[in-house]
């Protein structure tokens, strides 16, 4: 099993839908939880950190489920400019190592 | 803001040649880490850094590869005797040692070999 599986789309949506992604980890104990987005070619970027009460960033919200082993990232009123792959990104607690998802490509569509 | 920095942007070797891969991390980090991304994979994490020394590696990071901090600033991966499936883009990143804080990622270099 993958330390963590996203869903790779892709996932093409219009301009001001709302669109979610959801991500599985593997490690119970894992201890911290990051949404990046990366554009083509370029480097990944920090989305939000996910907090266990869940935490929202404008149009961004990220929710954290322990007992299923799942976060998600919710994007409200989609732009253009969203259109990016999505990583998630966990850390194992085991130590200093991260792990990231495949990705999810998003693309909105005008 | 403060942001990582990495150099040269793009590296066309030979097979079979050495390359160095230059990393400025932010300046009060203390974590540092090299990863890799073959086009249309996956990022791969390669290795993790902390208190000058390795602090985990993965698979990927064999005898082939060796990561160095040589003085306060700079964060370096070392590729010797390149091969063609090296050719990817390689980011560096940092954070600070304080828990559940995120990685901030330099830019990249893109690694050609031929």
């Known amino acids: 099993r993958k330390e963590v599986e996203q869903d790779p789309g892709p996932f093409n949506v219009p301009e001001g839908a709302t669109v979610a992604f959801n991500c599985t980890y593997s490690n119970s104990a894992s201890q911290s939880f990051f949404w990046y987005r990366q554009d083509c070619r370029k480097e990944p970027k920090l989305l939000m950190s996910?907090?266990?009460s869940g935490n929202e960033d404008g149009r961004f919200t990220a929710q954290l489920n322990r007992a299923s082993q799942y976060i998600s990232l919710l994007i409200r009123d989609s732009k253009l400019s969203d259109s990016a792959t999505y990583l998630c990104?966990?850390?194992?607690?085991?130590?200093?190592?991260?792990?990231f998802g495949t990705g999810t490509s998003l693309t909105v569509i005008p | 803001e403060p942001e990582v920095t990495q150099t040269p942007s793009h590296q066309v070797t030979q097979m079979g040649q050495e390359v160095i891969l230059r990393c400025v991390p932010i300046?009060?980090?203390?974590?540092f880490y090299w990863y890799r991304q073959i086009l249309g994979q996956k990022v791969e994490f390669l290795v993790s850094?902390?208190?000058?020394?390795?602090?985990?590696k993965s698979e990927i990071f064999d005898d082939q590869f060796s990561v160095e901090r040589p003085d306060g600033s700079n964060f370096t991966l070392k590729i010797r005797s390149t091969k063609l499936e090296d050719s990817a883009m390689y980011f560096c990143?940092?954070?600070?040692?304080?828990?559940?804080?995120?990685?901030?990622f330099g830019d990249g270099t893109r690694l050609s070999i031929l």
């Open positions: 996910v907090y266990s």
């Open positions: 300046s009060n980090h203390l974590y």
């Open positions: 850094f902390y208190n000058n020394e390795i602090s985990e």
């Open positions: 990143a940092s954070r600070t040692d304080i828990a559940n804080q995120p990685q901030h």
């Open positions: 990104v966990v850390n194992m607690g085991t130590g200093n190592q991260f792990y």
